[in-house]
């Protein structure tokens, strides 16, 4: 896989928001997690599972109809869609991670790690879970599991000194199983809301 696909900004549809080779990388025996069948981000348990960075073409994938199973997404077009991965792209710190079904060129599931920089803890980063969802007609193939795991692995191979996430209640027994905790004193996610544009 060549890096001129990574680095390509000028549209091509294949281009990577980040290099792939990290992926491959990670060590799934780092994780607290437990997988039955034993499974990575390098192999997903099926040869027509991938896991892999976003790439802009996933606009024809079905990526944004996928995170519609998590929340409103609005009526993004393919303008809005290349204008955020270019920037996303741009700024760096944006680990969009996608599972793709190649049999039939569709997204199954997709988590985010988001990288912060602070000044704090030596001017380390931290690391945020975002917008996990995965098709829940693939229940059973520990996908929800893998995704994240995987990008919890991106977050510590990045050099994380932690990564947090905000859940639903029924979901923090999940997210305990994969080695997050709620930290006594310390586990309120607070939002203000804003009015959005519409
Ligand atoms: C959940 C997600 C968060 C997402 C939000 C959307 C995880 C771990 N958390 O909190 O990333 O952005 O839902 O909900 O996936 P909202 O539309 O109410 O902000």
Given at each position: ?198
């Amino acid at each position: 896989m060549g890096m001129e696909k990574y680095n390509n900004v000028d549209g091509n549809p294949s281009e990577y928001l980040y290099p792939p080779e990290i992926l491959k990388r990670l060590n799934f025996d780092k994780s607290p997690a437990t997988f039955k069948p034993k499974i990575s981000a390098a192999s997903p348990g099926e040869d027509w599972m991938v896991v892999r960075p976003l790439q802009r073409s996933d606009f024809d994938k079905g990526f944004l109809q996928l995170l519609g199973q998590l929340t409103s997404v609005g009526n993004v077009t393919r303008k809005q869609f290349d204008e955020r991965f270019t920037s996303m792209k741009q700024s760096g710190g944006y680990y969009v991670t996608v599972i793709e079904d190649t049999r039939i060129s569709k997204l199954i599931g997709a988590a985010t790690l988001t990288i912060e920089q602070k000044f704090i803890h030596n001017c380390s980063v931290r690391g945020r879970l975002e917008d996990v969802v995965v098709n829940d007609t693939y229940r059973g193939k520990q996908l929800g599991k893998l995704i994240v795991v995987t990008v919890s692995l991106l977050a510590q191979e990045l050099g994380c000194y932690k990564m947090s996430l905000d859940c639903k209640d029924k979901l923090i027994k999940f997210y305990e199983t994969l080695g997050y905790k709620l930290e006594p004193g310390n586990s309120n996610a607070m939002n203000m809301r804003f009015e959005e544009p519409s």
